[in-house]
């Protein structure tokens, strides 16, 4: 059972495109949100992250946007760079559990245009 | 500068053989995780561990079997390597506190099985 739905699978935009990736997510008890980016060869590394105490939260030209009735979330990629060129991955946990576990969206795959 | 290392990068073995994937942290991190990453980038669970001695099954069905008996060190072993084992093998660490889950991933492990 899929618990955090992400699309699209891939997305290509021109330079200074605003990318848009989405995901859905069914475990209402759920409330930390957060991005990762992966480049190839490497692993993935914390990008952004959000808690439903907010709708939107930006950092530099990454925003991330929250529905928490429709539990949906959004990456928005202000200005996109080819160096922003890589896999996003959506996630969700548990913030106030010790023991609780990051369930990964399916990823999206990126190329910015030059 | 990574502070997780996972060794060997890349790894080609023959069916039928024993590998074992290394995975060492030095930020006194308690949990650790791995996970296997698909050509389609989906990340699985297949074995975490949230201190020395303690190992569990993530959401992925694996034959592989993890070891934590000490806390920096978090080695995957395959008894018996086989062409569906063929992928890439990421491991990451987190701090053991309630709040925001942030994992630090390795580089990863590519297996390919011949």
């Known amino acids: 059972q899929q618990q955090v739905k992400q699309s699209p699978q891939s997305l290509i935009v021109q330079k200074g495109g605003i990318p848009i990736i989405n995901c859905a997510y069914e475990?209402?008890?759920?409330?930390?949100f957060p991005w990762y980016q992966q480049f190839p060869g490497k692993g993935p590394a914390l990008l952004i992250a959000?808690?439903?105490?907010?709708s939107e939260k930006k950092e530099g030209r990454f925003t991330i946007s929250f529905n928490k009735s429709a539990k949906q979330f959004s990456l928005h990629i202000m200005d996109s760079q080819p160096g922003d060129s890589a896999t996003y991955f959506c996630?969700?946990?548990?913030?106030?559990?010790?023991?609780?576990?990051?369930?990964f969206g399916q990823g999206t795959t990126l190329q910015v245009k030059p | 500068e990574a502070d997780i290392y996972q060794t060997p990068r890349y790894l080609v073995i023959g069916t039928g053989k024993k590998i074992t994937l290394e995975c060492s942290q030095t930020?006194?991190?308690?949990?650790m995780y791995w996970y296997q990453q698909d050509p389609g980038m989906e990340l699985h669970l297949i074995h975490y561990?949230?201190?020395?001695?303690?190992?569990e099954k993530g959401d992925l069905s694996s034959e592989s079997t993890v070891s934590r008996i000490r806390t920096e060190h978090f080695p995957l072993t395959l008894e018996s390597a086989r062409p569906s084992h063929t992928s890439q093998y990421l491991c990451?660490?987190?701090?053991?506190?309630?709040?925001?889950?942030?994992?630090?991933f390795g580089a990863g492990s590519r297996l390919t099985v011949l």
């Open positions: 959000i808690r439903p105490d907010v």
């Open positions: 996630a969700a946990s548990m913030y106030s559990s010790n023991t609780g576990k990051l369930i």
């Open positions: 475990n209402t008890a759920f409330d930390y």
């Open positions: 930020m006194g991190h308690d949990k």
């Open positions: 561990s949230y201190g020395v001695n303690s190992t």
């Open positions: 990451a660490s987190s701090l053991a506190s309630s709040g925001a889950n942030v994992l630090t």
